[in-house]
């Protein structure tokens, strides 16, 4: 079966940079999303990675290494509002990519 | 365009009745999905379209049912409500729903309770 491993808490001071890992076992994927979820909210998408390597969008950066069945979502000059849930998701390639496999998630703690 | 919209934003039922969480978009997006979201476990898909007319399950979709008549509506039925479906549900559709980058879009979401 598929399944994403995430760390379930982060916390980290603002202005910092933070690491969110996700590791996954999977038969095969187009590419890894993150997705974040504020407290009360829908999650809204952040980055993609179809490709090993680094994806940059802003402040925040996404990594892709299929070889280590890892990736990370790398967030850069942490502000308060980014306290938020992180999740990173997949698309399952032996169902055409029709079926997206979710981690559970990883809640952000932002510090003042 | 409003997106993805779903209602009812909250609702209460008794164990055994039955409702319909409504689902629309306005981006004549192909592929539509319902998830369910429980504390701590992420999203998990409950059943999946690829067009109209097209309808597959997730990874949970037992006690609930699905169809799609046109592009942009997509609502999940609840047969017989138990207590075990008592969640957040979120609908979500994006262009293709396959191969490579294809952003999904969520809904507000429906805060459902079972008694």
């Known amino acids: 079966g598929q399944s994403l491993e995430q760390p379930s808490e982060v916390t980290a001071v603002e202005g910092a940079i933070v690491q969110i890992n996700c590791t996954y076992q999977?038969?095969?994927?187009?590419?890894l999303s993150w997705y974040q979820q504020h407290d009360g909210g829908a999650p809204t998408f952040l980055s993609y990675?179809?490709?090993?390597g680094l994806e940059e969008t802003g402040r925040f950066s996404s990594f892709l290494s299929r070889s280590d069945s890892y990736g990370y979502l790398l967030l850069q000059e942490l502000q308060m509002k980014d306290s938020a849930s992180y999740f990173c998701a997949v698309r399952d390639l032996n169902t055409g990519g029709f079926k997206t496999i979710f981690g559970a998630g990883t809640r952000l703690f932002v510090k003042a | 365009n409003a997106g993805v919209t779903q209602t009812p934003k909250f609702q209460v039922l008794k164990t055994g009745q039955s409702m319909t969480l409504q689902c629309a978009q306005d981006m004549n997006h192909e592929y539509m999905s319902w998830y369910r979201q429980d504390p701590g476990m992420g999203l998990r898909l409950i059943h999946y379209?690829?067009?109209?007319?097209?309808?597959d399950q997730g990874e949970v979709p037992n006690g609930y049912n699905v169809s799609r008549s046109t592009t942009e509506d997509f609502p999940l039925r609840l047969l017989s409500a138990a207590p075990s479906q008592t969640s957040v549900y979120f609908c979500?559709?994006?262009?293709?729903?396959?191969?490579?980058?294809?952003?999904?879009?969520f809904g507000p979401g429906t805060r459902l309770t079972v008694l």
């Open positions: 999977t038969s095969g994927f187009y590419g």
């Open positions: 379209s690829v067009g109209a007319g097209i309808t």
């Open positions: 979500a559709s994006s262009y293709s729903g396959g191969g490579a980058k294809d952003t999904q879009y």
């Open positions: 990675n179809a490709l090993d």
